[in-house]
């Protein structure tokens, strides 16, 4: 695949153009402050205090050291910054470029609150804006919660998503070219594109919207319905298990009798009537 990418070390100007950060704020309805944040009318938040961020940049070497040491790739530092072959306003920095499969590797430093899939999925307007600035077809995510082990995952593009996240990308970056506030934010066409993000596939994994499904509705109501009723029957049989003495190879009374097998497992069954 073809790579359009600026070779230089000259500090990069955001205020020329979208980053894969700025995707995530887009697809969050954060267009003002970033509209004026562009248009240099209100200064970008500093991050230098903020612990996570600060760490995060502080183990980014390495957390690449330790992903290539878990995963066996070749990891190197990328080019400078890329930039989209048709939409100019359009680049990307990213972390790291991986020599085995010639794509790119995306690191975070968070907390555990949330797991891999989960991580993947809350950057995806990220991820999809560098896949459309470089050209490829899937790159990798790797995070630290906490103080785990890094895990990482493959993030596959989806066309379908990018096609509305460009939409969304120009759409905003005419309000800056023409320096015309955007007083009303098209709600309903961030709602589409996070909708269709549930199609990006995360290790070939997708999100599964079930709602038309009758099915289902059928299925979960009953579990909804029962939930409570299943715990309390969880809690009986544990409250059952523990009055049954070591030496006791049958116990019964009230309907229930439990035996004890070969293996000293308490199995549960409903007394015969009569």
Known sequence: MTLTFVNTMATLNRSKGIGGSDASRIMRGEWRDLYLEKIGEKQPDDLSGVFRVQLGLRTENFHAEWFARMSGFEVIDPPPFFEHPTHKFMFGHVDRWISNYDTFLEMKHSSNSANLWDKARYYAPQLQHYMAVTNRMFCYFSVIRGNDEPQYCKVDRDDDYIEKLIELETSFWWHVENRVAPDIIPTAKIAEGNKASEAIKVDGMRV???????????????????????????????????????????????????????RGRLLFKAAKEG
């Not at 038309?212 to 299943?230: I, P, Q, R």
């Open 208 to 262: 599964a919207d079930m709602t038309s499904s009758n099915a289902w509705a059928s299925a979960a109501k009953d579990y909804l319905e029962h939930a409570e009723a299943a715990k309390k029957y969880d809690a009986a049989k544990d409250g059952l298990k523990e009055l049954v003495g070591d030496d006791v190879g049958e116990a019964y009374g009230h309907g229930v009798v439990i035996k004890r097998d070969k």
